[in-house]
Protein backbone atom coordinates (compact mmCIF):
# COMPACT_ATOMS: atom_id res chain seq x y z
CA UNK A 1 0.00 0.00 0.00
CA UNK A 2 1.84 3.44 -0.54
CA UNK A 3 0.68 5.76 2.04
CA UNK A 4 0.85 8.83 0.38
CA UNK A 5 0.71 8.92 -3.54
CA UNK A 6 0.76 12.38 -3.72
CA UNK A 7 3.63 12.81 -2.71
CA UNK A 8 5.42 9.19 -3.00
CA UNK A 9 4.68 9.22 -6.43
CA UNK A 10 4.90 12.74 -7.89
CA UNK A 11 6.25 13.66 -11.23
CA UNK A 12 10.07 14.17 -10.39
CA UNK A 13 10.10 17.53 -11.92
CA UNK A 14 6.84 18.50 -10.26
CA UNK A 15 8.80 17.07 -7.20
CA UNK A 16 12.07 19.31 -7.53
CA UNK A 17 9.54 22.29 -7.87
CA UNK A 18 8.51 21.61 -4.32
CA UNK A 19 12.21 20.91 -3.14
CA UNK A 20 13.42 24.26 -4.69
CA UNK A 21 10.59 26.28 -2.92
CA UNK A 22 10.73 24.33 0.31
CA UNK A 23 14.56 24.43 0.28
CA UNK A 24 14.18 28.33 -0.38
CA UNK A 25 12.41 28.88 2.33
CA UNK A 26 14.60 27.04 4.26
CA UNK A 27 17.68 28.82 3.79
CA UNK A 28 15.57 31.81 4.50
CA UNK A 29 14.22 30.34 8.35
CA UNK A 30 18.00 29.62 9.44
CA UNK A 31 19.55 32.79 8.08
CA UNK A 32 17.05 34.86 9.87
CA UNK A 33 16.59 32.51 12.71
CA UNK A 34 20.09 31.03 13.58
CA UNK A 35 23.01 32.93 14.03
CA UNK A 36 25.06 30.03 13.90
CA UNK A 37 23.96 29.88 9.90
CA UNK A 38 24.18 33.91 9.49
CA UNK A 39 27.57 33.53 10.31
CA UNK A 40 28.66 30.55 8.22
CA UNK A 41 26.64 31.98 5.44
CA UNK A 42 28.33 35.22 5.84
CA UNK A 43 31.89 33.88 5.93
CA UNK A 44 31.15 31.82 2.98
CA UNK A 45 29.48 35.13 1.20
CA UNK A 46 26.24 33.23 0.37
CA UNK A 47 23.18 34.59 1.11
CA UNK A 48 19.61 32.91 0.73
CA UNK A 49 18.56 34.45 -2.33
CA UNK A 50 21.32 33.13 -4.20
CA UNK A 51 19.84 29.82 -4.44
CA UNK A 52 18.17 29.78 -8.04
CA UNK A 53 18.00 26.13 -8.46
CA UNK A 54 18.48 22.78 -6.06
CA UNK A 55 22.19 22.65 -7.62
CA UNK A 56 23.06 25.94 -5.91
CA UNK A 57 22.97 24.00 -2.71
CA UNK A 58 26.26 22.69 -3.42
CA UNK A 59 27.57 26.44 -2.78
CA UNK A 60 26.06 26.64 0.55
CA UNK A 61 28.43 25.47 3.60
CA UNK A 62 28.00 22.19 5.29
CA UNK A 63 26.69 21.36 8.65
CA UNK A 64 28.60 18.71 11.10
CA UNK A 65 27.83 17.40 14.21
CA UNK A 66 30.59 19.10 15.61
CA UNK A 67 28.30 22.11 15.29
CA UNK A 68 25.34 20.82 16.67
CA UNK A 69 28.01 19.57 20.05
CA UNK A 70 29.51 23.16 19.79
CA UNK A 71 25.76 24.57 20.61
CA UNK A 72 24.58 22.27 22.88
CA UNK A 73 21.95 21.70 23.85
CA UNK A 74 19.79 24.46 22.19
CA UNK A 75 21.93 26.61 20.19
CA UNK A 76 21.02 25.47 16.49
CA UNK A 77 17.13 25.17 17.22
CA UNK A 78 15.44 27.68 14.78
CA UNK A 79 12.30 28.32 17.26
CA UNK A 80 12.06 29.65 21.04
CA UNK A 81 12.00 26.32 23.20
CA UNK A 82 8.11 27.01 24.09
CA UNK A 83 7.66 26.03 20.56
CA UNK A 84 9.64 22.72 21.28
CA UNK A 85 7.38 19.90 22.60
CA UNK A 86 9.61 17.23 22.34
CA UNK A 87 13.11 16.36 22.73
CA UNK A 88 15.43 13.41 21.93
CA UNK A 89 19.47 13.15 22.06
CA UNK A 90 22.05 11.07 20.61
CA UNK A 91 23.73 8.79 22.71
CA UNK A 92 26.64 10.77 22.95
CA UNK A 93 29.34 8.27 23.39
CA UNK A 94 32.05 10.15 22.63
CA UNK A 95 31.63 13.51 23.71
CA UNK A 96 28.45 15.38 24.62
CA UNK A 97 25.29 14.18 23.29
CA UNK A 98 23.42 16.29 20.30
CA UNK A 99 19.99 17.37 21.63
CA UNK A 100 17.10 17.44 18.85
CA UNK A 101 13.77 19.07 19.20
CA UNK A 102 10.24 19.22 17.72
CA UNK A 103 7.42 21.27 17.57
CA UNK A 104 3.88 20.13 17.36
CA UNK A 105 4.11 20.50 13.08
CA UNK A 106 7.24 18.26 13.14
CA UNK A 107 5.92 15.90 15.39
CA UNK A 108 3.09 15.60 12.65
CA UNK A 109 5.25 15.39 9.94
CA UNK A 110 7.83 12.61 11.85
CA UNK A 111 4.40 10.22 12.34
CA UNK A 112 3.47 10.68 8.72
CA UNK A 113 6.51 9.61 7.22
CA UNK A 114 7.11 6.81 9.57
CA UNK A 115 3.58 5.96 8.20
CA UNK A 116 4.85 6.02 4.90
CA UNK A 117 7.72 4.29 5.23
CA UNK A 118 5.73 1.16 7.62
CA UNK A 119 3.36 1.15 4.56
CA UNK A 120 5.95 0.53 2.45
CA UNK A 121 7.40 -2.72 4.14
CA UNK A 122 3.54 -3.64 4.12
CA UNK A 123 2.40 -3.38 7.33
CA UNK A 124 -1.61 -2.79 7.71
CA UNK A 125 -3.88 -1.98 10.72
CA UNK A 126 -4.30 -5.68 10.80
CA UNK A 127 -1.06 -6.02 12.19
CA UNK A 128 0.14 -6.65 16.28
CA UNK A 129 3.38 -4.43 15.86
CA UNK A 130 6.07 -4.90 18.63
CA UNK A 131 8.56 -1.89 19.34
CA UNK A 132 11.72 -3.64 20.72
CA UNK A 133 13.45 -0.71 20.53
CA UNK A 134 14.30 1.29 24.06
CA UNK A 135 12.33 3.79 25.00
CA UNK A 136 13.80 7.02 26.13
CA UNK A 137 15.87 10.07 24.07
CA UNK A 138 16.50 7.74 20.96
CA UNK A 139 14.82 8.53 18.24
CA UNK A 140 13.59 4.76 17.69
CA UNK A 141 11.13 4.01 19.58
CA UNK A 142 8.96 6.88 19.92
CA UNK A 143 9.10 7.76 16.04
CA UNK A 144 8.12 4.01 15.48
CA UNK A 145 5.28 4.00 17.81
CA UNK A 146 3.41 7.10 16.74
CA UNK A 147 3.66 6.49 12.84
CA UNK A 148 2.58 3.23 13.16
CA UNK A 149 -0.36 4.49 15.57
CA UNK A 150 -1.28 6.75 13.07
CA UNK A 151 -1.29 3.83 10.19
CA UNK A 152 -3.69 2.38 12.61
CA UNK A 153 -1.50 -1.06 13.81
CA UNK A 154 -1.78 -2.46 17.10
CA UNK A 155 1.31 -1.42 18.80
CA UNK A 156 2.89 -3.18 22.00
CA UNK A 157 5.21 -0.67 22.98
CA UNK A 158 7.40 -3.27 24.62
CA UNK A 159 11.04 -1.47 24.93
CA UNK A 160 14.15 -2.78 25.00
CA UNK A 161 15.51 -5.64 27.22
CA UNK A 162 14.01 -8.31 29.41
CA UNK A 163 14.26 -11.12 26.36
CA UNK A 164 12.56 -13.70 27.83
CA UNK A 165 9.21 -11.64 28.92
CA UNK A 166 9.11 -10.23 25.23
CA UNK A 167 8.83 -13.62 23.66
CA UNK A 168 5.89 -13.93 26.14
CA UNK A 169 4.32 -10.96 24.79
CA UNK A 170 5.15 -12.15 20.98
CA UNK A 171 3.35 -15.92 21.95
CA UNK A 172 0.23 -14.29 23.70
CA UNK A 173 -0.23 -10.90 22.06
CA UNK A 174 0.05 -12.59 18.62
CA UNK A 175 2.69 -10.26 17.33
CA UNK A 176 2.64 -9.90 13.77
CA UNK A 177 5.04 -7.45 13.23
CA UNK A 178 8.88 -7.09 15.22
CA UNK A 179 10.27 -3.77 14.91
CA UNK A 180 14.46 -3.49 16.23
CA UNK A 181 17.75 -3.72 15.51
CA UNK A 182 18.51 -6.65 13.52
CA UNK A 183 21.20 -7.91 15.97
CA UNK A 184 18.62 -7.59 19.24
CA UNK A 185 15.76 -9.82 17.42
CA UNK A 186 18.53 -11.69 16.56
CA UNK A 187 19.25 -12.45 20.13
CA UNK A 188 14.74 -12.66 20.48
CA UNK A 189 15.27 -15.16 18.31
CA UNK A 190 17.58 -17.04 20.44
CA UNK A 191 16.09 -16.86 23.24
CA UNK A 192 12.74 -18.30 22.01
CA UNK A 193 14.66 -21.17 20.75
CA UNK A 194 16.22 -21.49 24.37
CA UNK A 195 12.74 -21.38 25.41
CA UNK A 196 11.99 -24.08 23.68
CA UNK A 197 10.39 -22.16 21.21
CA UNK A 198 10.99 -21.98 17.57
CA UNK A 199 10.38 -18.95 16.06
CA UNK A 200 8.81 -20.03 12.48
CA UNK A 201 7.10 -22.37 13.60
CA UNK A 202 5.75 -21.69 16.95
CA UNK A 203 5.46 -17.63 16.63
CA UNK A 204 3.26 -15.37 14.37
CA UNK A 205 5.85 -12.88 13.24
CA UNK A 206 5.51 -12.27 10.02
CA UNK A 207 7.14 -9.14 9.35
CA UNK A 208 10.76 -7.20 10.43
CA UNK A 209 11.15 -3.26 10.13
CA UNK A 210 15.19 -3.04 11.12
CA UNK A 211 17.02 -0.23 11.15
CA UNK A 212 19.34 2.21 13.63
CA UNK A 213 22.21 -0.35 12.56
CA UNK A 214 23.91 -1.76 9.74
CA UNK A 215 23.66 -4.58 8.87
CA UNK A 216 24.55 -6.90 5.65
CA UNK A 217 22.30 -9.26 3.44
CA UNK A 218 23.56 -12.34 4.65
CA UNK A 219 22.53 -11.06 8.18
CA UNK A 220 18.99 -10.43 6.89
CA UNK A 221 18.67 -14.07 5.30
CA UNK A 222 19.65 -15.07 8.40
CA UNK A 223 16.70 -13.36 10.44
CA UNK A 224 14.40 -13.96 7.72
CA UNK A 225 15.58 -17.62 7.81
CA UNK A 226 15.05 -17.95 11.97
CA UNK A 227 11.68 -16.30 12.34
CA UNK A 228 10.31 -17.44 8.35
CA UNK A 229 9.48 -13.32 8.09
CA UNK A 230 10.33 -10.36 5.56
CA UNK A 231 13.17 -8.35 6.83
CA UNK A 232 12.96 -4.56 5.53
CA UNK A 233 15.46 -1.78 6.13
CA UNK A 234 14.90 1.22 7.06
CA UNK A 235 17.18 4.23 7.83
CA UNK A 236 17.19 7.68 9.39
CA UNK A 237 19.24 9.86 12.17
CA UNK A 238 18.04 12.04 15.14
CA UNK A 239 19.51 14.67 13.70
CA UNK A 240 17.25 15.36 10.73
CA UNK A 241 14.15 13.32 12.22
CA UNK A 242 14.81 9.93 13.36
CA UNK A 243 13.51 7.13 11.55
CA UNK A 244 11.35 7.66 8.37
CA UNK A 245 13.77 9.28 6.16
CA UNK A 246 13.78 6.49 4.11
CA UNK A 247 12.63 2.97 3.99
CA UNK A 248 13.08 0.08 1.78
CA UNK A 249 9.76 -1.09 -0.27
CA UNK A 250 8.79 -4.53 -1.19
CA UNK A 251 9.60 -4.54 -4.56
CA UNK A 252 13.43 -3.71 -4.30
CA UNK A 253 15.25 -5.08 -1.63
CA UNK A 254 18.32 -3.23 -0.59
CA UNK A 255 17.46 -0.22 -1.59
CA UNK A 256 15.13 2.58 0.39
CA UNK A 257 12.65 5.21 -1.09
CA UNK A 258 13.56 8.59 0.58
CA UNK A 259 11.11 11.15 1.66
CA UNK A 260 12.27 13.65 -1.08
CA UNK A 261 9.55 16.13 -0.27
CA UNK A 262 11.08 16.64 3.45
CA UNK A 263 14.80 15.68 2.56
CA UNK A 264 17.22 16.75 0.35
CA UNK A 265 19.86 13.95 -0.17
CA UNK A 266 23.33 14.40 -2.10
CA UNK A 267 26.26 12.19 -2.11
CA UNK A 268 29.13 14.00 -1.68
CA UNK A 269 33.15 12.80 -1.76
CA UNK A 270 34.41 12.33 1.75
CA UNK A 271 37.76 13.74 1.65
CA UNK A 272 36.57 16.64 -0.35
CA UNK A 273 33.37 17.20 -0.29
CA UNK A 274 32.78 17.84 -3.66
CA UNK A 275 29.31 16.92 -5.09
CA UNK A 276 29.29 13.01 -6.72
CA UNK A 277 27.06 11.65 -9.59
CA UNK A 278 23.90 9.31 -9.24
CA UNK A 279 25.35 5.98 -8.99
CA UNK A 280 29.00 6.93 -7.27
CA UNK A 281 29.69 6.18 -3.62
CA UNK A 282 30.34 8.80 -1.11
CA UNK A 283 28.92 10.36 2.08
CA UNK A 284 25.57 10.38 2.72
CA UNK A 285 24.55 14.81 3.43
CA UNK A 286 21.43 15.91 4.14
CA UNK A 287 18.79 19.35 4.22
CA UNK A 288 15.76 19.10 6.04
CA UNK A 289 13.24 20.43 3.72
CA UNK A 290 10.32 21.14 6.47
CA UNK A 291 11.78 20.86 9.70
CA UNK A 292 10.83 23.33 12.38
CA UNK A 293 12.61 23.45 15.28
CA UNK A 294 16.19 22.15 13.85
CA UNK A 295 16.08 22.39 10.58
CA UNK A 296 19.75 21.76 9.06
CA UNK A 297 21.62 22.47 6.28
CA UNK A 298 23.82 20.11 4.30
CA UNK A 299 24.00 18.28 7.74
CA UNK A 300 27.26 15.21 7.09
CA UNK A 301 25.94 12.12 8.16
CA UNK A 302 29.22 10.06 7.74
CA UNK A 303 27.08 7.31 6.26
CA UNK A 304 28.17 5.90 3.21
CA UNK A 305 25.88 5.09 0.42
CA UNK A 306 25.13 5.79 -3.16
CA UNK A 307 21.45 7.12 -5.04
CA UNK A 308 19.12 5.66 -7.29
CA UNK A 309 17.13 7.97 -9.11
CA UNK A 310 15.31 5.39 -11.63
CA UNK A 311 11.77 4.46 -10.67
CA UNK A 312 10.68 1.72 -9.10
CA UNK A 313 8.42 -0.79 -9.72
CA UNK A 314 6.63 -0.23 -6.52
CA UNK A 315 5.02 2.76 -8.26
CA UNK A 316 6.55 5.56 -6.39
CA UNK A 317 9.04 8.00 -8.03
CA UNK A 318 10.79 9.40 -5.11
CA UNK A 319 14.79 8.82 -5.57
CA UNK A 320 16.27 5.87 -3.36
CA UNK A 321 19.75 5.19 -1.08
CA UNK A 322 21.16 2.16 -1.29
CA UNK A 323 21.72 0.12 2.30
CA UNK A 324 23.99 1.55 4.08
CA UNK A 325 27.28 -0.69 4.39
CA UNK A 326 29.17 2.03 7.22
CA UNK A 327 30.14 5.17 8.38
CA UNK A 328 33.26 7.27 7.10
CA UNK A 329 34.30 7.22 10.52
CA UNK A 330 34.22 3.04 11.56
CA UNK A 331 36.60 2.27 8.59
CA UNK A 332 39.49 1.10 9.92
CA UNK A 333 42.94 1.35 9.06
CA UNK A 334 44.74 -1.35 9.90
CA UNK A 335 48.62 -1.63 8.80
CA UNK A 336 47.49 0.53 6.08
CA UNK A 337 44.47 -1.37 4.72
CA UNK A 338 41.06 -0.30 5.09
CA UNK A 339 38.70 -2.57 6.57
CA UNK A 340 35.25 -1.67 6.91
CA UNK A 341 33.19 -3.82 9.63
CA UNK A 342 30.52 -4.84 7.30
CA UNK A 343 32.68 -6.76 4.95
CA UNK A 344 33.82 -9.14 7.94
CA UNK A 345 29.97 -9.14 8.79
CA UNK A 346 29.43 -10.81 5.34
CA UNK A 347 32.27 -13.63 5.37
CA UNK A 348 31.11 -14.63 9.01
CA UNK A 349 27.85 -14.94 7.67
CA UNK A 350 28.80 -17.01 4.49
CA UNK A 351 30.58 -19.86 6.97
CA UNK A 352 28.34 -22.86 8.16
CA UNK A 353 29.70 -23.73 11.80
CA UNK A 354 29.80 -20.07 13.04
CA UNK A 355 26.95 -18.12 14.91
CA UNK A 356 26.42 -14.67 14.00
CA UNK A 357 27.92 -13.21 16.89
CA UNK A 358 30.86 -11.36 16.47
CA UNK A 359 33.27 -8.99 17.36
CA UNK A 360 36.53 -7.35 15.81
CA UNK A 361 39.07 -6.03 18.19
CA UNK A 362 42.15 -3.83 16.71
CA UNK A 363 45.60 -3.59 18.17
CA UNK A 364 48.75 -3.18 18.12
CA UNK A 365 51.89 -5.64 18.99
CA UNK A 366 55.08 -3.30 18.61
CA UNK A 367 54.67 -1.11 15.99
CA UNK A 368 52.44 -3.21 14.41
CA UNK A 369 48.45 -3.06 13.71
CA UNK A 370 46.54 -6.28 14.48
CA UNK A 371 43.11 -6.95 13.84
CA UNK A 372 41.63 -10.69 15.70
CA UNK A 373 37.97 -11.48 14.65
CA UNK A 374 36.52 -13.14 18.05
CA UNK A 375 33.10 -15.01 16.37
CA UNK A 376 30.98 -17.86 18.34
CA UNK A 377 30.90 -21.59 17.09
CA UNK A 378 27.35 -22.45 16.69
CA UNK A 379 26.10 -24.55 19.15
CA UNK A 380 25.42 -27.61 17.00
CA UNK A 381 29.20 -27.47 15.53
CA UNK A 382 31.02 -27.27 19.31
CA UNK A 383 31.42 -31.13 19.46
CA UNK A 384 34.71 -29.71 21.66
CA UNK A 385 37.36 -31.78 19.13
CA UNK A 386 39.65 -29.68 19.25
CA UNK A 387 40.72 -30.73 15.74
CA UNK A 388 37.60 -29.25 14.34
CA UNK A 389 37.82 -26.60 15.65
CA UNK A 390 41.38 -26.00 14.36
CA UNK A 391 40.30 -26.39 11.35
CA UNK A 392 36.90 -24.46 11.31
CA UNK A 393 39.31 -20.95 12.71
CA UNK A 394 42.00 -22.14 9.92
CA UNK A 395 38.73 -21.47 7.15
CA UNK A 396 37.55 -18.31 8.83
CA UNK A 397 41.02 -16.77 8.74
CA UNK A 398 42.00 -17.87 5.16
CA UNK A 399 37.95 -16.57 3.89
CA UNK A 400 38.51 -13.06 5.62
CA UNK A 401 42.36 -12.58 4.44
CA UNK A 402 40.59 -13.21 1.08
CA UNK A 403 38.52 -10.27 0.81
CA UNK A 404 40.02 -8.29 3.38
CA UNK A 405 44.04 -7.85 1.78
CA UNK A 406 45.54 -8.30 5.17
CA UNK A 407 46.07 -11.50 7.45
CA UNK A 408 43.55 -11.47 10.80
CA UNK A 409 43.79 -13.48 13.78
CA UNK A 410 41.04 -15.77 14.41
CA UNK A 411 39.46 -16.46 17.87
CA UNK A 412 36.90 -19.20 18.21
CA UNK A 413 34.49 -18.60 21.04
CA UNK A 414 32.26 -20.82 23.13
CA UNK A 415 28.36 -20.19 21.89
CA UNK A 416 26.76 -17.68 23.27
CA UNK A 417 29.77 -15.89 25.42
CA UNK A 418 29.90 -12.60 23.49
CA UNK A 419 27.50 -10.34 25.45
CA UNK A 420 24.57 -9.90 23.59
CA UNK A 421 23.55 -6.10 22.76
CA UNK A 422 20.26 -4.83 23.30
CA UNK A 423 20.00 -1.45 21.00
CA UNK A 424 22.96 -0.71 18.09
CA UNK A 425 25.14 -3.72 18.24
CA UNK A 426 28.77 -2.77 19.34
CA UNK A 427 31.31 -4.94 16.70
CA UNK A 428 35.00 -3.10 16.99
CA UNK A 429 36.80 -2.32 19.78
CA UNK A 430 39.67 -0.58 19.32
CA UNK A 431 42.52 -1.01 21.55
CA UNK A 432 45.13 1.17 19.29
CA UNK A 433 46.71 4.62 21.47
CA UNK A 434 44.95 7.60 20.10
CA UNK A 435 47.24 9.31 17.58
O1 LIG B 1 19.24 5.22 14.60
C1 LIG B 1 17.30 6.44 13.83
C2 LIG B 1 16.62 5.18 13.47
C3 LIG B 1 15.92 4.50 14.42
C4 LIG B 1 16.63 4.71 12.16
C5 LIG B 1 15.25 3.34 14.08
C6 LIG B 1 15.96 3.56 11.81
C7 LIG B 1 15.25 2.87 12.78
P1 LIG B 1 20.56 7.71 15.60
O2 LIG B 1 20.53 7.03 16.89
O3 LIG B 1 20.76 9.17 15.56
O4 LIG B 1 19.20 7.50 14.85
O5 LIG B 1 21.66 7.01 14.72
C8 LIG B 1 21.82 7.36 13.38
O6 LIG B 1 22.61 5.14 12.86
O7 LIG B 1 23.82 7.93 11.03
C9 LIG B 1 23.66 5.50 10.80
O8 LIG B 1 25.05 5.50 11.03
C10 LIG B 1 23.01 4.46 11.68
N1 LIG B 1 21.82 3.90 11.02
C11 LIG B 1 20.53 4.20 11.23
N2 LIG B 1 19.74 3.42 10.45
C12 LIG B 1 20.57 2.63 9.72
C13 LIG B 1 20.38 1.62 8.73
C14 LIG B 1 18.66 6.29 14.46
N3 LIG B 1 19.18 1.21 8.34
C15 LIG B 1 22.91 6.53 12.75
N4 LIG B 1 21.48 1.05 8.19
C16 LIG B 1 23.04 6.79 11.29
C17 LIG B 1 22.73 1.42 8.57
C18 LIG B 1 21.90 2.95 10.08
N5 LIG B 1 22.96 2.34 9.50
Not at 250 to 266: C, K, Q, R, W
Not at 292 to 320: F, H, K, M, N, Q
Not at 413 to 421: A, G, M, N
Request: hydrophobic content about 40%.
Amino acid sequence: MIWDPAHECMAREELRGLQLARLRETLARVYERVPFYRRLFDERGVKPEDLKTLEDIRRFPFTTKEALRDHYPYGLFAVPLKEVVRLHASSGTTGRPTVVGYTKKDLETWSELVARIAAMAGVSPDDVVQITFGYGLFTGAFGLHYGLEKLGATVIPASVGNSERQVMIMRDFGTTVLVGTPSYVLHLGETARAMGIEPREQLSVRLGLFGAEAWSEEMRRELEEMWGMRATDNYGLSEVMGPGVCGECLSSPGTMHIAEDHFLVEIVDPETGEPLDYGQEGEVVITTLTKEALPLVRYRTRDISLLYPDPCPCGRTTARLRKVVGRTDDMLIVSGVNVFPSQIESVLMQIEGIAPHYQIVVGKKGYLDYLEVQVEVAPESFTGNYRDLEALEEKVRRRLAAVLSINPRVRLLEPCSLERSQGKAKRVIDNRPRA
